[in-house]
């Protein structure tokens, strides 16, 4: 605990020194106070335009957008890196995101893609469905500004997105095809072996509830031998 919240205190203090930078100096997108007032009263928009997120209620936009954190990236400054596990959805609100990819199993590791992402757009979305690591490294390309939406908060706030998803069938089967392609089903899916499973409060508990049982089983076997 006392690790985590160090952690947390840094990375707050590093965002607050940026704040402190952008209202000292003019940077070369003009990023000012009211922009990040703006953009804090845009955060509803911006879960509007996560497509994965379409089945949202108004209330459920609201509870969302809550979730929401505003990050400042300095140039070249890596935002998230191919093949770690991150738990965010990304969308960029001011400036602009390479995104590039390496062939690692090269030994000259050759880039294999490469993609800009530009104000309004979302990335990494998949991690809302999926338990997969990001599949390139994104990197900030002069001051960036970009919302961050926690998927683990977003859970245990909304629920599952899948079960969410499923609301409109139609709309969730598309987007199965969209993410994994035309032959991919709901009983496809269900077996994937990066889907990501949601458990609940209470579904958390009982399964560490029946764990705990079951070791308690094992552990009364064990005494009775000896």
Not at 56 to 81: F, P, R, S, W
Not at 104 to 129: A, C, G, K
Request: glycine share 4%; hydrophobic share 35%.
């Amino acid at each position: 605990m006392a690790t985590n919240s160090l952690i947390q205190t840094n990375g707050q203090s590093r965002n607050d020194q940026r704040f402190e930078k952008i209202r000292n100096n003019s940077f070369s997108l003009a990023i000012s106070q009211n922009d990040f007032l703006w953009t804090i009263n845009q955060k509803r928009a911006v879960i509007s335009r996560i497509p994965l997120l379409a089945t949202l209620t108004d209330n459920e936009i609201d509870q969302a957008a809550g979730l929401l954190d505003i990050c400042l990236y300095e140039n070249k400054e890596i935002v998230a890196e191919q093949g770690q596990r991150t738990d965010y959805v990304y969308c960029v609100i001011r400036g602009r995101i390479l995104a590039t990819a390496r062939d690692h199993h090269n030994h000259r590791s050759n880039l294999h893609f490469n993609q800009r992402y530009y104000e309004n757009d979302v990335f990494n979305e998949q991690t809302l469905i999926t338990q997969s690591s990001i599949p390139f490294t994104a990197t900030a390309v002069g001051e960036v500004v970009c919302a961050k939406l926690s998927v683990s908060r977003f859970e245990q706030s909304l629920g599952s997105c899948i079960e969410l998803l499923k609301r409109d069938p139609e709309f969730y089967r598309h987007q199965l095809r969209n993410f994994f392609g035309i032959t991919m089903t709901d009983t496809d899916f269900q077996h994937y072996p990066a889907r990501r499973h949601f458990y609940s409060s209470d579904m958390l508990e009982a399964v560490t509830t029946r764990l705990q049982n079951g070791m308690d089983g094992v552990i009364h076997k064990w005494d009775k031998t000896r």
